[in-house]
């Protein structure tokens, strides 16, 4: 994975929850996404996920709280595949999952940021 393109998810998701569609427009900045999109954004998840950079799950009410998907990467992915397979379309605001960084994300985040050059910073 890019790693301009592993900080700009990470600090999407260290500024509040980002929904999959959002980081589908991440991943898309970054890579040409017109064949196997499914399967490069779920690659890149993956790695998110069992890097522990991220969690899964969707947020609850207002109030700041998060439901957290439990389960192995594996079956994380294979339910965030089904349910995009089951929606029959590309994911909108709200659908499917959300993810949070981790505490480990932040450290990764932090040490990204030290060498990562954004295109604002030039």
Do not use: R
């Amino acid at each position: 994975m890019k790693q301009k393109m592993k900080a700009d998810i990470l600090a999407c998701c260290n500024d509040d929850y980002c929904d999959l569609s959002f980081i589908i427009g991440v991943i898309h900045d970054y890579e040409d996404l017109t064949i196997n999109k499914k399967e490069k954004v779920l690659k890149t998840i993956y790695e998110l996920l069992d890097e522990k950079l991220l969690i899964s799950g969707v947020p609850i009410g207002g109030g700041g709280e998060f439901n957290l998907w439990k389960g192995s990467v594996d079956e994380i992915i294979f339910k965030i595949k089904k349910e995009w397979d089951v929606l029959g379309k590309d994911p909108q605001m709200w659908e499917i999952v959300w993810f949070d960084i981790t505490s480990e994300g932040k450290v990764e985040l932090k040490e990204l940021l030290k060498t990562v050059k954004f295109e604002d910073d030039e």
